[in-house]
């Protein structure tokens, strides 16, 4: 099966907003993560294990926004860029 260039095209800018709403929907879901004081986990022998989510957070925070900045950037290229 053979794609148009035009089709293609389409296709590629379909899918680049595709991953900038599910980069946002991550950004809301790692918002959430930063609220929470402590995640607790129950041990096998009894023992209970706390760890703040606040440094992870911030790492996946800061990647998803290079993630949409990389998009945005690609997306814009791809929009501006006469189509041959």
Do not use: H, Q, W
Not at 31 to 57: G, Q, W
């Amino acid at each position: 099966m053979k794609t148009t260039p035009r089709l293609r095209y389409k296709l590629v800018i379909a899918l680049l907003v595709l991953l900038i709403c599910l980069n946002l929907t991550g950004l809301y879901f790692i918002y959430e993560l930063y609220t929470y004081d402590e995640i607790l986990a129950y041990m096998p022998d009894n023992s209970i294990r706390s760890d703040s989510p606040r440094s992870l957070a911030i790492l996946l925070y800061i990647t998803i926004l290079t993630n949409i900045l990389y998009i945005y950037i690609n997306l814009m290229a791809r929009l501006f860029t006469p189509a041959n």
